[in-house]
């Protein structure tokens, strides 16, 4: 119970107070000198994977009753009881008995301090649950633990509950020095390693690269083995990150009210609930969660879910990213949230299931499980779209290189700019269609085969009106065929309905276009339906390398060489005519319509790159940014609205 710094103790805290109202209860915080089971019709233990819980335990053991098993792993429990105590004999009996000759074998690499004692599948369950008339969990993944470590007896599965107390969100705004429109994320509890806080430090960091006005809060006592401080200053976040320590519930509650978007993600798990987690939901605020164990249980539309493989970080700021330049989203899933949880979750709930169930247990009846509700409203078409499309995915490098016979060396080249543009460009579904700009059929192709869009077609410089039937055979036979319209992209009308395709790929064009930038961009709003995707990608003339030549006397330009005909009055490929940095492509998509979802730089040729150490140190002296400095600029813009400036004034002169 509080004071100790415990979510479980929070928990029983609220839990005590709407029991009350229908039992006599009494409330032991400490093992009693005497006790009498026979003046009770129920024994309640509350059960967690720490120490707080020590005296609990072996009250279950003396003397059984219902178990309320806040995780499905009592290991650094059973710890604290033997190893702590220095009892080694009955840490290995106790892991011995748990789970047999593999737990034994186990216990014996601990004591021998080869490997420390942690969850590695010997759960300690098997002593409580052998010594317990019933038990109560919060979620199913428990459940089936508990089923699956051989316990036979009741079992109730009675929600965590909710709290839902009124926020004073612009009040600890204010105390953190943040208006309304500074985007916030939180992360909240006890900062251990496995709530992934190194994985979101990391995609916090990439969504700073599009809003440097980002900032992060980590609120919750830190933990000693996790050099968090570190970390951030590893990271350069400290600018961005503010680590508040332990606060009082008050301050804590508040803090959570304060942010756009919470963190509660964490793995490996062992089925625990968390109480940051129902305070987040029940103050309407839209949260991330790992998909697994009980947090894998919540409704999709009340919570986002990130996967634990290769994909975590990606997701994590894909979804940052849409929640962030959404808000109107972010509010969607948090009011889903709230009214989920006061339904489900809410305290009186929770306290008559309790008293329904030790009833049940008392006299021998059967209880029924209370099925769960949905949630009351179902989330927007549009919203449920944007969450429903494929993140970030990857093409192998093999498969691009086998479409490209006839240009392998340019494919070689520029193998990693390909596999980026695919990395970056949304996944469709057969109802899609995408778009190719300048296609020459090296990872159109993919764009079918791969990314499954149902409809692929590519456009080319050209005579309007013409359209071209191009086809591919990769190395392992597979053949390809694709329509290529042909036009000019700063003067002719696309030949294309408005609102006709999900997405347009833009590869290594923009820098060519000699005139007119913002007719293309105006005509590739008009075909891209609302919602849908315009990916870019072109050379940064604010790179590394560009500082480096300007400094040492050369153009920064990647290619602003003119090219000469091979032959009198022949037509060449346009040069580049213009090269642009990541900011003038963000103010370039958001001018056209867009919503900036990613702006990243990165490699663009695969060559031999010189250093470039000192510059970045020039950079530092005087404190410039180093960041957005790679070769190449990867951007993707959703479409927003229709096109706000036709011809910009940072772009045009005399323009707007």
Known sequence: MPPTKSGIADYSAVLVDHLKALADVEVFHAKPDSFNPADYDALLYQIGNNPHHEFVYEMALEFPGTVVMHESNLHHLMAGLTIKRNDWDSYVLECEHDGGPAALAFAQRVRKLEVGPDYDGVPMLRRILEHSKAAIVHSKAVQTDLRNAGFSGPIARIPHGAWLPDSDRMNFRHKLGLDETTPLIGIFGFLKPYKRIAESLRAFRRLVRLRDDAKMILVGEAHADFPLAELIRSLGLQENVRMLGFTPLEDFAGYISAVDVVLNLRFPTVGESSGTLLRSLGLGQPVLVSDVGSFAEFPDSICLKVPVDSREEDTIFEYLNLLVSRPQLAREIGERARDWVARECNWELAAERYVDFLRSVRDGSEWAQPEEAPPSQELSPETVELLARPLLHHVEPEYILGWSSESRDYADTHITRLIKTLDITPEGGPEDRILEMGAYLQVTAALKTKLGYGEVRGCYYGVAGHTDSKSATSDKGEVFTCDVDLFDAEKDRFPYPDEHFTTVLCGELIEHLPSDPMFMMSEVNRILKPGGHF?????????????????????????????????????????????????????????????????????FRDEPQPGHGWVKNLLERYQLSGELRGDGIYAVGRKSGSIKVRYPAWLYEGGD
Request: zero cysteines; a negative charge.
């Open 535 to 603: 990916v870019v990608t072109t050379p940064n003339i604010g790179s590394l390398r560009a500082i480096k030549a300007i400094l040492e006397g050369y153009h920064p330009g990647f290619f602003p060489a003119y090219i000469r005909p091979s032959k009198p009055g022949e037509e060449v490929e346009a040069r580049h005519n213009r090269e642009y940095t990541p900011r003038e492509i963000h103010r370039l998509l958001s001018d056209a319509g867009f919503d900036v979802t990613l702006l990243e730089t990165g490699p």
